[in-house]
């Protein structure tokens, strides 16, 4: 469903492989690894230098690997006076989708009360919560989400689990900083700079009890003295 081929960009991302049929997989590494890197590609916002990747069988930049996709970039930018209602209902248009969409994607989001409100004065987690409604609404198969909880709080994070439980089908591609989400996730790539340094499951990536936890946290974020 999603195939990456010695993917690269420059240094930012270095002959990178594996191949997603289904599931969660997670993009784990430490600032700078090549995350976005490689979700941006696969969104076809950037060129490669080299190497493939597939969407269900289309590269990046073909027209028809667009609506098989949502990408959520680590800053979304929104014009900040439109309202979030208005926000939501041109990201419905946009994918051609029916009204029941949008209601679903605010109800997943907990944001009915936020669609008044002027995007310019929405608080960042409320901001996130916008955005990760306009973006997976419809629930195309290939998900690509750059940090989707970052700013969320726990409330926010249970929701966004929630709807990513619901989907039964296709690939949710997310980079992710809090290793204890790793745990709810199917697969795990272990990114730094700009490499593909492992891949598995949580569980033969951090031992069955978690117990090599040190041992990857260790390998991610040791910095170089
Ligand atoms: N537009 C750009 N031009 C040149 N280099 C860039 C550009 N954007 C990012 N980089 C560099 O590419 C490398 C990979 O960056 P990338 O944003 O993909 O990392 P990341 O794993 O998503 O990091 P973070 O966890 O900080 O978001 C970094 O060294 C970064 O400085």
């Given at each position: 469903m999603?195939a990456?081929?010695?993917?690269s960009?420059?240094?930012?991302l270095?002959?990178v492989?594996?191949r997603?049929?289904?599931g969660?997989?997670?993009?784990l590494?430490?600032?700078g690894a090549?995350?976005?890197?490689l979700?941006?590609?696969?969104a076809g916002r950037?060129?490669p230098?080299?190497?493939?990747?597939f969407?269900?069988?289309?590269?990046?930049?073909?027209?028809?690997?667009?609506?098989?996709?949502a990408?959520l970039?680590?800053n979304p930018r929104?014009?900040?006076?439109l309202?979030?209602?208005?926000?939501?209902?041109?990201a419905r248009r946009?994918?051609?989708?029916?009204r029941?969409a949008?209601e679903?994607?605010v109800?997943?989001?907990?944001?009915?009360?936020?669609l008044?409100?002027?995007v310019?004065?929405?608080s960042?987690?409320?901001?996130q919560?916008?955005?990760l409604a306009?973006?997976?609404?419809g629930?195309?198969p290939v998900?690509?989400l750059?940090?989707p909880t970052?700013?969320l709080?726990?409330k926010g994070?249970e929701?966004?689990?929630?709807?990513?439980g619901a989907?039964?089908?296709?690939?949710v591609l997310?980079?992710?900083?809090h290793v204890e989400q790793?745990?709810?996730?199917?697969?795990?790539l272990l990114?730094?700079g700009?490499?593909l340094?492992?891949?598995?499951?949580p569980s033969?990536?951090?031992?069955?009890?978690?117990?090599?936890?040190?041992?990857?946290m260790?390998?991610l974020?040791a910095e170089?003295a």
């Amino acid at each position: 469903m999603v195939a990456v081929e010695e993917l690269s960009k420059g240094d930012r991302l270095k002959g990178v492989t594996f191949r997603a049929e289904g599931g969660r997989v997670g993009l784990l590494g430490p600032n700078g690894a090549g995350k976005s890197t490689l979700l941006a590609l696969l969104a076809g916002r950037l060129r490669p230098t080299g190497g493939r990747a597939f969407l269900l069988g289309y590269p990046p930049r073909d027209p028809r690997a667009a609506p098989l996709r949502a990408y959520l970039p680590q800053n979304p930018r929104f014009f900040p006076h439109l309202r979030a209602g208005e926000v939501l209902e041109g990201a419905r248009r946009l994918k051609g989708l029916p009204r029941a969409a949008l209601e679903e994607a605010v109800e997943r989001m907990g944001i009915g009360g936020l669609l008044a409100r002027r995007v310019g004065t929405l608080s960042g987690g409320e901001r996130q919560r916008l955005a990760l409604a306009a973006t997976l609404m419809g629930d195309p198969p290939v998900w690509l989400l750059d940090e989707p909880t970052a700013a969320l709080d726990p409330k926010g994070r249970e929701r966004f689990w929630a709807w990513v439980g619901a989907k039964h089908q296709g690939v949710v591609l997310m980079a992710l900083h809090h290793v204890e989400q790793a745990v709810r996730l199917d697969h795990i790539l272990l990114l730094k700079g700009g490499s593909l340094l492992e891949e598995g499951s949580p569980s033969s990536l951090l031992g069955p009890r978690g117990e090599r936890l040190p041992w990857l946290m260790e390998v991610l974020y040791a910095e170089s003295a």
